[in-house]
């Protein structure tokens, strides 16, 4: 299963400005239920922040006027991974990295989707209770060829 099978496609994809404020970005998350959002400058993805990034503002007293974009170097830390990753290199790619969250780029490193940790998990468990079938790239269940 590639993670383009499982990711959250780039138009579904929650994003904020770099000049959105941290307010801005708890709001985002707490409204629609995410734990990161992609941040965008000249609708360029530059990074992604997460609940854990919100926990270092309060933790630091980071105001809630301040805007995200003064909060992290955030082009330094965007994590990408390729769109035709299986999920088991996806899961090396985010232990070695120590990260939760990546972006997801076609060949010519064009976003077309984000995936998380969590997204990596369905999928496991999916494919655990998918036995003794094979799941496909469709994300199907399909009998194994019993040759």
């Known amino acids: 299963m590639f993670v383009s099978g499982f990711m ?22 707490m409204n629609w239920q995410v734990s990161s959002l992609v941040i965008v400058l000249e609708d360029k993805p530059t990074g992604i922040i997460t609940k854990t990034d919100m926990c270092w503002c309060y933790q630091n007293g980071i105001a809630l006027e301040t805007q995200i974009g003064d909060v992290m170097p955030w082009t330094a830390g965007l994590k990408k991974i390729l769109v035709t990753a299986d999920k088991d290199t996806a899961a090396k790619f985010f232990e070695k990295h120590n990260v939760h969250h990546a972006l997801v780029v076609d060949s010519n490193d064009k976003p077309v989707g984000l995936i998380s940790a969590l997204d990596i998990a369905k999928e496991v468990a999916k494919d655990s209770r998918a036995w003794p079938y094979n799941r496909h790239e469709d994300g199907k269940a399909h009998p194994i060829d019993a040759h």
């Open 8 to 29: 959250v496609p780039i138009k579904d994809v929650l994003k904020c400005e770099a000049s959105s404020t941290v307010k801005d970005v708890l709001n985002l998350m």
